[in-house]
Every structure is written in C-alpha cells, then in structure tokens.
C-alpha cells in the first residue's frame, strides 16, 4: 500500500518536473535570436481584414496631413514615410478606392472598398476616421 | 476765369470721393490695406510663447472674414526638448474665432470659440532613440547596445543592458534572466496614449535566450508605466488619446 503511494506520487512528481521542464524548453526554444519578429497578427475574416486596411490607411494619411498640411492626392503618396504599401481589397485582389477634395490643397478625403457588395454591403468607406457601412 | 467755378467744383468732387474711399480703406475689418498677412502675424503671435524651428499658419475659406475663417492650420516644425520632443505638430481649427483685438493689441495667439480642433504630432525613429537616451541617462540605466525599429503596429526594441545598472526594485523581476551581469535581448512593444501619457504593452519579451511568461510581462508593464508623460505646448489646450505606429513615425493625436 505504502509503497503504491509512493509509486504515485513519485509518478506525479516526475511528470510536474518534465512539464516544468517541457515549459522551460518552450520558453528557451521561442527565445532564439531567429524569433526576435513581432507576434503574428491574429487570423480574421476578410470584412474585418478590409475594415482594418481602410483604418490604418486612414491612420496614414492623417499622419501624412499632419507632415504636409494638405491630404495627398493619392494613397501611394503615402508610401515609403507613413506605410511600407498600399495593399488591396482581400476579397476582390482591387485597390482601396480613394479620393481627396478641396481648394488649394485637398481639404478632405475618402478611402472605400472597391467591391462592397462582395461583403453582401451596399458601401463601406472611411472618413475623419470614422467607417461608415450601408 | 469763367471755367474757373467749374474747374474748383470737380475738384471738389474728386476731394470728397477720395475722402469717402480712404474712409472706407480705414474702417475696412480686414485693415487689409495697411496692415501684414494675417498668418505671418499670428506666427509672430505664437513665436512668442512657442518655441520651434519653423512656425507654419495656414487660413483657409472665403476670405470674406479673415477673423473668422472655415480652418486655420498651424504647423510647428522641430520643437525643442524643453517643450516637446516632437518633429511637427500641426494644429487644426474648423470655424475658429480668432480674437484679433489680442492678437493686434497685445499680439498674442488667442481662439474665442471654435467648432472643431484636432491636434496631430509625429515623432521620428531618431526622436524615440533620443527619448530612450533620455529616460536611460535618468534612471542611470547603462547600455552596450540599443536599437528601435519600427514594424506597425509595434515597435522593436533590441538591447544589451548591464544588469548592475537596472534599479533593484526593477531588476528582482528579471533576476532570472540575467547572466554573466548583462540583460540582452528584444521586445515588440505597442503604444497607448491615455491623457498624455504614453503607456507601453510589451507583447513580447526575450531576456538571454528565454522568452518572459506573461504573467511576468504584464507585471513589468505594470512597474513601467507610464513610460513618458508628452507635454503640453502652452497657449493649446488639448488631450493626446490616440497613438499609431507607422513606418518611419510614431503619430500621436487627439
């Protein structure tokens, strides 16, 4: 009986040991120089993937106002300073539509989806930083 | 002689219109006849109390109403590290009340109301290095090597730190990880601005070889933060609440 319980917790104790072990190796492996990178952005659906490009080049071209006091003529403007590329739509492979207005310089600014009705949408855009979806 | 009563009566006329024009000149609101730009003299007015390399003003509108135009655009360029470290700050104001007896008395930068403002300020990767330089030679934190890179939405930050150099209370956290006396390693980490303080979220720690668990990270975000606190620039009165990192700045915005 006695030694039954030993076999136990002496079994318990090795496998609590290769766990802290099995972690420590984990911790050791996910620390070699090779992964020095960011952590990988987490997976999302297409529309949420869509909606995210037009904030971040929404982002962009705010930043690009505050350099120049006038918001670029188009979106590829933006690149290398403010985003390493334009990108496209993730379900029609098309480009983010834009468009800039104003008098002596562009005032104000719009970037949609080329192909919303692919999102079942009637339109989607961002302006001021703000997504408007019909 | 008998033209003479005619003579004196059209130059009298011509008297009494330029009278009623330079009349008109004076009381114009714009005093656009005698008086300098606008924007030049409201750069003057905020050189005063603004300290940069460069003072932009931009008015935009019909130009009926100069005091009072749809935006007024202010670029700041360079400002010194005894204000804000930032590489330019650009100030946007929609339907501004430009108070112009302050402005033309005391020449001082003075908005009576405004629909709108909107504040965005970009800093280099240089400005964030020399921030980083700054906050070490505080906190008498010594270094072999530190280097930032920006990868939106983080920011990257390898380094070689003497162990000895990190202050006790900090350093019991990283204990561990040290060897040989030196803590090097990297860290992707993001931003928040909450009230003007810049809050950092480490995502992900290495120290010598071995990946920090997050309950450790998050007990250093706590110990860390806020990482700076951005200063006002006097005469705005603003909240920074936004922050984006982007390919060669850092943007941060109301």
Request: hydrophobic content about 20%; charged content about 30%; proline content about 14%.
């Given at each position: 009986m006695r030694k039954k319980l030993l076999i136990t917790l002496s079994t318990i104790l090795i496998a609590a040991l290769l766990a802290v072990i099995g972690y420590i190796g984990m911790l050791y492996r996910q620390g070699n120089v090779s992964n020095y990178t960011p952590p990988p952005p987490p997976s999302v659906s297409p529309k949420e993937q869509a909606i995210s490009d037009l904030q971040n080049l929404s982002r962009a071209v705010e930043a690009y106002f505050v350099k120049n006091m006038e918001y670029p003529q188009k979106l590829d403007s933006l690149v290398p300073e403010f985003i390493d590329r334009v990108g496209h739509d993730p379900l029609s492979a098309k480009p983010y539509l834009y468009t800039a207005t104003g008098n002596g310089g562009a005032a104000s600014y719009r970037i949609s989806l080329p192909a919303p009705s692919l999102y079942n949408i009637k339109e989607c855009f961002i302006e001021n930083g703000t997504v408007t979806q019909k | 002689m008998a033209q003479l009563p005619k003579n004196s009566g059209i130059t009298h006329l011509m008297l009494n219109i330029a009278i009623l024009v330079l009349s008109v000149l004076a009381l114009?609101?714009?005093?656009?006849?005698?008086?300098?730009p606008l924007e030049n003299e409201l750069a003057k007015a905020l050189a005063k109390t603004v300290r940069c390399e460069k003072i932009e003003v931009k008015i935009k509108g019909d130009g009926k109403n100069r005091a009072n135009p749809d935006k007024l655009l202010i670029k700041l360029v360079s400002m010194p590290n005894q204000c804000i470290p930032a590489d330019i700050a650009t100030l946007q104001y929609s339907n501004p009340k430009i108070d112009m007896m302050a402005l033309r008395k005391a020449k001082n930068f003075k908005i009576n109301s405004v629909a709108d403002f909107k504040i965005g300020m970009l800093f280099s990767q240089q400005t964030i290095r020399n921030e980083f330089d700054k906050a070490a030679r505080r906190l008498n934190v010594q270094y072999n090597k530190l280097s930032i890179r920006f990868t939106p939405p983080y920011i990257e930050v390898e380094f070689d730190i003497n162990?000895?150099?990190?202050?006790s209370r900090d350093r019991k956290i990283v204990e561990k990880f040290i060897k040989n006396g030196r803590l090097a390693g990297y860290a992707a980490i993001r931003l928040q601005v909450q009230g003007n303080r810049v809050i950092a979220s480490p995502d992900k720690v290495i120290l010598n070889h071995f990946r920090m668990p997050m309950p450790l990270v998050s007990e250093l975000k706590k110990r860390m933060n806020p990482v700076w606190h951005i200063p006002r620039i006097p005469v705005f009165d603003y909240t920074l609440e936004k922050v984006d990192v982007l390919k060669q700045y850092v943007y941060v915005s109301n």
């Open positions: - | 114009s609101p714009q005093d656009s006849f005698s008086r300098e162990a000895r150099s990190i202050p």
